[in-house]
């Protein structure tokens, strides 16, 4: 049987999944309301974290698809998939056009010589042009230093959500068919040459309970079975053996177990405990290694502790220092984009490790999968990695485009100057502005919400890593400060009722509070200590103002998210299976008085 083996890149909510599911179901793998996006924490925020492989047949041929993050933090995905395909379709949204993260996976394919089918989709939105998006992606192509073969691309025209393509825009909509036709005559099929010795490339690695780690990769030469002893090579290290107990290849939704695979199929192996991302697999001692997988750099590191709170322990089921540590190996095993620093820190104010991540949300999505599982911790705040290039204080920065209103580019540009973002670019379209703005990534950390604040919710922002640049100094970050109770016990009505005219609530009525806890923020930008606590005075006295309703403002509840972007350096985030809490580090304002000290 042919193989074709093709990547699905896009930014993100451009229409990757969406498309493959109805791909899927086109060849009746699955039937509608089945979804790539099978976590759930995928499946809440609408996004892809993982990178997930499918397969179909049609007419006779067997298609591997990849469907690929559109996210910027989740990044390392994208890279190594596209090393074991052929070709990649890339998604682009026809209202919106190409977006940094479309930049970024079609250079990463460019670069390795792969020629990509171009698919403008959601051409049925009001505001779609699919001339006018079919122009900027091929300047994007140009930009990106395409070979003639490469801008000679195919167009096809999709609406996705309604399983239907198109080789020309106006015409009919029918079904998937002129999508499938373009990948047969595009895609070259897949070298199949089984003469050679076996040979393998991991991309991505999976975990089961009962077979440990999983290493999915091409077979780029021969046939592998089920029983064949194996060798690992990598660059600098010892070639190590092992023993192939199951083979799987991928079908729909699921795995299907096979005796052999043959080179061009993209195959799960298990039986090599110690695999890792990049490594060549071969049946050949002396087998020549495949060209070496770089993964983006991580940009921000934070540290991970055992939570220490006067509420430790009361929801979680692992809260100790040896359970958290067990966990972070089990995540390094999968999550390529992650790197944990567990040496011990004389420095540090409670037993934890030093945990590097590609972003916000990349930390936020772990911290979140942690606490489903049972896990309590506290999370010191994100900062950004700053290196010594040449002898050049260096740090991250990335460029971020945003297409809002056009009445609201006064304030995103304000804001973003105070936190060292100058503007590169900017275009009017109709009502809505494009603004392009290159700046340290420092300056983007908390930005997020106080953007969809002062864009009304109908902003649209994302970005891309640009690499180390000379330090930007210093930046304003956070005009607000923290509102701290400095009492213990369940929050009531009338004290927040006093409070919200101060600055945001973080918590509601009855809320648990303890002494040091962080319950909202004040918009002068001083600290406040006060007692959420404190009930109405009651006599037998009327006074004028005694029977006042109280009003409490809708508070902002506390999320993981939201506590990485308010959280100051002198505090903490407590995340527990039920609870997001923010906190001091010293709860006590004796020992916070102690540690501003100047030390001697």
Wanted: proline residues 4%; contains cysteine; glycine residues 8%.
């Amino acid at each position: 049987m042919e193989i074709r083996n093709i990547a699905i890149i896009a930014h993100v909510d451009h229409g990757k999944t969406t498309l493959t599911d109805k791909m899927l179901a086109f060849c009746g793998e699955i039937l509608d309301g089945g979804s790539m996006d099978s976590n759930q924490i995928e499946r809440e925020r609408g996004i892809t974290i993982y990178a997930k492989n499918t397969a179909v047949t049609y007419k006779g041929t067997k298609i591997n698809i990849v469907d690929t993050p559109g996210h910027a933090d989740f990044g390392s995905e994208v890279e190594r998939v596209l090393r074991s395909i052929d070709s990649v379709l890339l998604i682009v949204d026809a209202q919106e056009g190409p977006m940094p993260q479309t930049r970024f996976v079609l250079k990463k394919s460019l670069e390795l010589g792969l020629k990509p089918i171009v698919v403008i989709n959601k051409i049925d939105k009001p505001g779609s042009d699919t001339a006018a998006t079919h122009d900027a992606v091929f300047e994007l192509f140009m930009e990106l230093g395409a070979n003639d073969e490469q801008l000679d691309f195919a167009t096809v025209y999709a609406i996705g959500r309604d399983g239907v393509a198109m080789i020309k825009a106006d015409d009919e909509k029918k079904d998937l068919t002129p999508l499938f036709e373009t990948i047969l005559q595009k895609v070259p099929v897949a070298a199949n040459d089984t003469s050679k010795a076996f040979r393998m490339q991991a991309f991505n690695l999976a975990y089961d309970n009962f077979l440990g780690r999983l290493a999915v990769g091409r077979v780029y030469e021969g046939v592998v079975k089920a029983g064949d002893t194996v060798f690992i090579h990598s660059e600098g290290t010892e070639t190590r053996t092992a023993k192939i107990t199951k083979l799987f290849t991928f079908h729909g939704f699921t795995r299907e177990e096979k005796n052999e695979a043959e080179a061009g199929d993209i195959v799960m192996l298990a039986g090599i405990p110690d695999i890792f991302i990049g490594e060549t697999i071969s049946t050949l001692k002396e087998a020549e290694l495949l060209p070496a997988i770089t993964i983006d750099e991580p940009t921000i590191v934070l540290d991970f502790l055992v939570n220490n709170s006067p509420f430790a322990g009361k929801e979680g089921k692992f809260v100790t220092s040896r359970q958290i540590r067990e966990r972070l190996e089990r995540e390094l095993e999968v999550n390529v984009g992650l790197k944990v620093d567990f040496s011990a820190d004389e420095n540090r104010i409670a037993e934890g490790f030093k945990v590097f991540g590609r972003g916000e949300m990349h930390i936020a999505v772990l911290l979140e999968t942690m606490r489903r599982e049972g896990y309590e911790i506290q999370i010191s705040q994100p900062q950004v990695i700053i290196k010594h290039i040449d002898g050049v204080k260096s740090e991250p920065f990335e460029e971020v485009t945003i297409d809002a209103p056009a009445e609201h580019q006064g304030v995103i540009i304000e804001k973003l100057g105070i936190r060292g973002f100058i503007m590169a670019d900017m275009n009017l379209k109709n009502s809505t502005v494009r603004m392009v703005f290159t700046g340290p990534t420092r300056g983007l950390l908390g930005y997020r919400n106080q953007f969809l604040v002062d864009t009304k919710g109908e902003g649209i922002m994302s970005s891309r890593v640009l690499g180390f640049r000379p330090y930007a100094g210093e930046i304003t970050r956070r005009q607000v400060g923290s509102m701290i109770s400095m009492e213990s016990g369940k929050a009531l009505a009338f004290a927040l009722w006093g409070l919200q005219d101060r600055g945001v609530l973080y918590i509601t009525p009855t809320t648990e509070v303890y002494e040091g806890m962080v319950i909202g923020n004040t918009s002068k930008g001083e600290e406040m200590k006060v007692n959420p606590t404190k009930g109405k005075q009651l006599t037998n006295m009327r006074a004028s103002g005694s029977d006042e309703a109280v009003t409490i403002i809708p508070p902002w509840l506390m999320t993981i998210e939201r506590g990485l972007e308010v959280m100051m350096d002198d505090e903490f985030l407590e995340v527990t299976p039920l609870s997001v809490r923010l906190r001091k580090q010293f709860l006590n304002e004796t020992e916070r008085t102690k540690a501003r000290r100047p030390k001697q």
